[in-house]
Each structure stands twice: as C-alpha cells, then as structure tokens.
C-alpha cells in the first residue's frame, strides 16, 4: 500500500512519499521518512520490502560519496540513475532487492530530472512517476493536470490534489506523506502533510 | 643519468621488484624506466583548442605495412588518446587494459569516462605491479590526450612507478629531458592547436637522433572538437605531415643534433 510518486517542473523536481511503516495488519509508525537525500542535488524516493529499502538505497548513497570523495566531483543524476540500475540487475538473477525508486536530480548543465527504477532494473527516464496501488490515482491526476514547465506553486497543487485522491478512495490509504524537492540550490525537505499524528507519550 | 650511479651493492636488491633497497629506492621500477630512455621520443602539447601527441617511429623499413597499424598512438575511448614510449608488448596489455577500464565506466554511468579518472585507474593497475604479485613493472610511459566536460581538453603523462600528473607540455622516451626543457623555453598558455602543432615538431626535431626528418619516422595525432561539439581523434596522414614538415621548415637536417 506504499505510494511513491513524483514530477518535473520548470527547474526543479518533486517528489512524494507516504510515511506509514505497516508489518501485516500492524503500523509501526506514521512518519517513517522514505524520501533519502542522496547527495546535496538528488533525491531517492523508495518503496518496496523495508529491509531492502534502507539497505539498497543506503548503500548506494555511500557509493555516491565514494565517487564524489575518489574523482572530486558529484556523479550527474544520469549517471547515478544508471549505477543504480546496474546495481539492481546485477543482484536480480542471485538475490534481488525488492525496492522501486524514483530518482529525482538537479544538475547545473541539464537542469531537473527524474528517473523511474522498478525492483527488476526498469529504467525509465520521466517527466512523472509513481510507484504502488496510489499509483492508480496519482498517475491519473498528473496525466490530466500535469504540463511541463510548472511552478513550484502549480506543482505542489498537483501533488496535493493526488494526495486527495490516494486518502479518499485507495481502501487503507496511508494517512501522512512527505514532500521533498530538488532545485538549483540543492535537495531539501518541502513539507509534511499528516492527517494523523502519532500521539505524544504520556509523561511519567 | 641514474644508471651508472647504481654501486655493485644494487646487485643484491635489483631481483625482486616486492622489495626496497637500503637507500629506499625500487630498482626494478628504475630499471623500467631506463628501458624507456632508450625508446623512441614523444611530444604532447595541451592546446586551449585541443592536444597534440607527436611521436618518433624507431621501426622505419620500407617493408612495414603502415597503412593501419600505428607504432606511437593509441586511441583508448572515442574522447581520449595516448602515445607511448618503450617497450611494445608491455604497452598493448595496457592499452587494452585501459579501454576495458574505460568501457567498463560507461557500462555502469553511460557516461563517457573522466580522463584523470581513467589514467588514475591505469597507473593504480601500474603500481600493482610494483608492489606485489612478484611480477615486473610495464617498461611503459604514456602520453594520454582527452577531453571531458569536467575539465576540458587534458594531457598526463604516466610512468612505470604508476605515478602520474597533468601537463600542459610533456616529453617521454629518448632525449625526454631536453625535449622537456626546450618545451618550458617556448610554451605559452595561450597557445592555438596548430602552434602546438608546430612547436611539437619543431622540439622533436632538434631532440630526435636522426639527420633529416621525413614523415616516415613520425606520427601526428591530435585531439579536438568538430564543430558539433564531438571529441575527434585524428591520425595525421603521412602526406599532410609531410607538407606540414615543409611548411614549419623542420624537413632539413637538423642544425645541431643534442
């Protein structure tokens, strides 16, 4: 029931995530942060098997900085897509990781991007994405509302309105998501939006 | 000249490349880079519009089948280059080890590979060989010549020890030090591809052994972007180097021979 999705504007890229961690019938937490900052202008959206989740998506951020410690420049959002992949479809046909990504990046040459990864190495290189059943409904919202060259103002509208559309009619909708986005001056936290908020505890 | 400072104590250490000797020196490393003095030279010169490697064929029998193969210059990906200078054999695994590098880098990023990335790569894989494995060093120096979009048009220079730096101007092989000191005397930053050209040949003239210069014992590569913005390597053909060989004035015999 993960939702995952995610779209270019003019210079900047956005992306959303739900934040419920569900085990069986069981919610863990409601503000589980999916949405990693791989490095100072890119963003990895996650969805899939949470134990694969943190450590795919951890190990490639390390790889990243590894590059960017070795060679003295960041890789290009590109080329960090196309690492990642790789690294998908090497571990497929042993011991596959179940996680799908939107990879969204801002690179000072060719500006905002999005790329779409799925568990079995899909690459796809996207104005819009998303992963999940809400799939279902923010692909359709985007596909009607979505036009390139968007404001900030026009793309968290969207986002907001496919939010909408996930909490009323995807039965168990995840009730709290996040927003990131990706601009010339760097990846960074939007905004939340909760409609349930975990309940303080009590104190002694 | 290192060779003849080495004392009969060298002896006992000169065997295995895996150890230093007392003074802290690697004989074998040494040893390979001796074997280059005696190869034939090469030139490159960095250019604000593009690289320059020029290189001297020892191999010159009328016999040779010179119409693909080359002897000095390599091309290693579609955006870099080199010339080399020593032994052949050692430079063919090299060669080919770097465009596996190189392939392999854009297997993964589907990205052209950074050039100080790719030399740093080869030279980690040179000094390998310095260090273990009980095998000796590549009797190999390189002149690589690229362009990336990092840092534009580039030139390294690499040897044996697998220590590498960038250059603007850079010599190897015989007479490798007066070549580089004619170069320091003459270079300029704000010099244009066909100077560098020109300056190249005029250099390798007056360093090279023989007594006249034909485009039989040369070779001209250079590395450039078409006007579409693509990285070009281009061979120069043995009947434009010859004309350029007139046009700068280098095809007499040189006036002194160092």
Redesign the interface.
């Known amino acids: 029931m993960e939702c995952v999705f995610g779209l270019v504007g003019n210079d900047f890229a956005v992306v959303a995530a739900d934040t419920s961690a569900v085990h069986s019938i069981l919610v863990h937490k409601s503000n589980e942060d999916k949405i990693m900052i791989l490095d100072s202008h890119k963003l990895i959206a996650a969805s899939g098997e949470s134990g694969d989740r943190v450590q795919f998506t951890e190990y490639i951020q390390k790889n990243v900085a590894l590059y960017q410690f070795r060679?003295g420049?960041p890789?290009?959002t590109?080329?960090a897509a196309?690492?990642t992949r790789?690294e998908l479809a090497t571990a497929l046909r042993k011991n596959p990781y179940f996680v799908n990504i939107l990879l969204a990046g801002y690179d000072k040459?060719t500006g905002p991007s999005l790329y779409y990864i799925d568990y079995i190495a899909t690459l796809h290189k996207v104005d819009k994405g998303a992963f999940g059943y809400g799939s279902y409904f923010s692909l359709a919202m985007m596909d009607r509302h979505y036009h390139s060259g968007m404001t900030v103002e026009e793309a968290i509208d969207l986002v907001d309105k496919c939010i909408v559309e996930i909490r009323s009619r995807l039965v168990v909708a995840p009730p709290n998501f996040v927003i990131k986005i990706v601009d010339k001056d760097g990846a960074k936290e939007y905004a939340w939006r909760e409609s349930v908020k975990d309940a303080a505890v009590a104190s002694a | 000249n290192c060779g003849s400072a080495l004392t009969k104590m060298s002896r006992r250490y000169d065997s295995r490349t895996t150890i230093f000797s007392p003074e802290g020196r690697l004989y074998q490393v040494e040893y390979a880079m001796e074997a280059i003095g005696n190869a034939g030279s090469a030139i490159g010169i960095l250019s604000k519009d593009g690289v320059v490697l020029v290189g001297e064929k020892k191999v010159t029998s009328k016999l040779l089948q010179t119409s693909t193969s080359t002897e000095k210059m390599y091309k290693i990906d579609d955006h870099v280059a080199c010339a080399v200078a020593g032994i052949m054999s050692d430079a063919n695994i090299l060669i080919n080890t770097a465009r596996v590098q190189a392939q392999r880098y854009t297997?993964?990023?589907?990205?052209p590979m950074?050039v100080?990335?790719l030399v740093q790569s080869l030279c980690d894989t040179k000094q390998g060989y310095t260090q273990f494995g009980g095998l000796r060093p590549f009797g190999v120096s390189f002149l690589f010549a690229g362009w990336d979009?990092?840092y534009g048009f580039q030139l390294y220079m690499s040897d044996p020890s697998g220590n590498y730096s960038g250059w603007k101007a850079a010599a190897i092989g015989a007479n490798n030090q007066a070549a580089q000191s004619m170069l320091k005397q003459d270079y300029k930053d704000e010099i244009t591809r066909e100077e560098a050209v020109q300056l190249a040949l005029k250099v390798l003239s007056k360093t090279m052994d023989s007594t006249s210069l034909t485009s039989e014992k040369l070779e001209l590569a250079e590395v450039f972007l078409t006007p579409s913005g693509n990285v070009k390597y281009q061979v120069c053909s043995s009947d434009s180097l010859s004309k350029l060989l007139l046009k700068f004035g280098v095809t007499q015999p040189a006036a002194e021979t160092s």
Do not use: D, S
């Open positions: 060679n420049i890789l290009t590109a080329a196309n690492f790789g040459e | 297997y993964a990023y589907q990205e950074p100080e990335q979009k990092n």
